[in-house]
Structures are given as C-alpha cells and as structure tokens.
C-alpha cells in the first residue's frame, strides 16, 4: 500500500498574526497544483485561530506543536486536547526534542500526551531522534527504541473507536500516528543527516513498530525525517522508501522554500 507524502511545517516560537497572514497569502498561492502530498502547518498556539481560519476551503492541514494530557481542569498555561479539537486541529506533535531537552519531557509524560491526543481524534506526529554524544557511542537504535516503546507504551494500533455523538466521522482507520525521526544533532544545526542513515533509522523503526504491533500496521504509519531538511536535500530523503516525507522547521519560515518542499514531494 502506497503511503501518501507527508509534508509539515513546524513553525516553532516564530511569527505573529501579520507574519502569518503574509506567509499564508504567498503559501497557498505556490501550492495550488499540490494534490498528492498532504500539507500540514504547525504555527505556536496564538497562531492556531488565524492559520485555520486562512486554510479554510484548501486542503492544507492544521497541526498544534504540543498538548497537555488532560480534558481540561485546574492546569494554568496548558491547551487541552480538546482546545486544539475545537481550532480545527488534525494533528499534534508529541515529543519533540526541544521540549524534552529544554522543558525536561520525559517518555511518560510523552505516552500521556499521545494517548490523549488520540483518544480526541487528533493524530500525534510523534518526534524520536538521538543526540550527538548517543550516536557517537552508537547508540542511536537503542534509544529510538526506548522512546519509540516509551511513547507507545499500552497504544494500541487502531483508537478505541469515538461514539458518534462525540466525534462523528472522524476517520478511526488506520493507525493513527506519525512518528518523526529527528536526530538533535541535526536539528537547526544546518547539518542534516545522510539520507541513508535516516533511511536506516526510519527502517528500524517500522520493523520495531511490526513487532509492537503488526507488520500490516507498520506499513501504513508514516515516517518523516526532519533535521535541516531544504529544498537542496530534500530529494535525497525522498528516494529512500521508508521515508515518507519531513517535519521541517527553519525552511518551512519562507514560504517560496516550504511551497519548493512541496512541489518536490509531490513530484516524487
Ligand atoms: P530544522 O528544520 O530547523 O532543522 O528543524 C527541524 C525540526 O525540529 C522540526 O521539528
């Protein structure tokens, strides 16, 4: 089965509404003849009401950068699962490495956040990747596998399915969940991984996932690279079969660079 091309942006800690709208004028311009790649933008939370807003009668997906575990409750400064529902979010990424390096996330904490995202409806683009000193001492499957198993920690492939007066239509096929593989070392740094080796950790994964769950199963999640990925990179990832796409950070704030990224992908 054929997975479809992936393409999100993760804005980070960039842009205000103004900013927004000028990227989003330009954005959706250049990608108007991409059908086959599946585009999702993934602004700060200030930003969730306006992107959406502009996205709006286009395919272009809304995705948040993180989550808080709980429905709702007495948790100050946390957006709720259902919050990011309401904004007319699709996704959410869990875990990435600079939460769990700057804001101390651990594997459990992450497994929360999963399992709640999911049981919203919302798909977890889950972040895994090593660190410089982990790949030096060769070690980089052994922790993919240990955050992979710790995020996914009683996940069961297909979500419970929603009660339809809860979550009408909301598609409870196929497994629900995107994970990135990220090496911090290539993150922002301007050296991206040799697509080769993101190939062999996005492999790993999806065989690690075969025994976790079932090899039919694997097959469908979607693996991203992301770490310095531009559009003189980008076709050296998208050559590789187990690498569906990229989770882009620096190169998805242009949008002429983000919209170039699409139109690779979709030439592929
Ligand atoms: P850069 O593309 O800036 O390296 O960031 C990658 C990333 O962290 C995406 O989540």
């Known amino acids: 089965m054929a997975r479809q091309k992936l393409l999100v942006a993760n804005w980070k800690m960039h842009f205000v509404r103004a900013q927004a709208s000028e990227y989003l004028k330009v954005f959706t311009e250049r990608v108007r003849g991409v059908h086959k790649t599946e585009l999702v933008l993934a602004p700060p939370f200030t930003l969730l009401e306006t992107v959406g807003r502009a996205l709006e009668g286009t395919a272009i997906r809304l995705a948040a950068q993180d989550l808080f575990y709980e429905r709702e409750g007495a948790f100050t400064g946390e957006i709720s699962p259902i919050m990011l529902k309401d904004l007319g979010c699709s996704y959410v990424i869990v875990g990435h490495s600079e939460r769990r390096r700057l804001l101390g996330e651990t594997d459990e904490l992450i497994n929360k956040k999963l399992k709640a995202a999911r049981d919203a409806g919302l798909v977890p683009i889950l972040c895994v990747g090593e660190t410089l000193e982990e790949r030096r001492a060769g070690k980089t ?59 062999a950790s996005a492999l790993f994964i999806r065989e690690l996932l075969a025994q976790l769950w079932n090899a039919e199963t694997a097959t469908t999640v979607r693996i991203l690279y992301g770490g310095s990925v531009k559009p003189a990179n980008f076709e050296g990832f998208l050559r590789h079969p187990n690498i569906d796409g990229a989770l882009v950070g620096g190169a998805s704030l242009d949008p002429e660079a983000f919209a170039q990224l699409a139109q690779m992908a979709e030439r592929v």
Do not use: K
Request: charged share 20%.
């Open 141 to 199: 499957q052994r922790v993919l596998e240990a955050q992979v198993r710790g995020a996914l920690a009683g996940v069961h492939p297909h979500p419970q399915p929603l009660s339809p007066s809860r979550e009408r239509g909301a598609g409870v096929r196929g497994p629900h969940l995107v994970i990135a593989y990220e090496p911090v070392w290539a993150i922002g740094t301007g050296i991206n991984a040799e697509p080769e080796e993101a190939e």
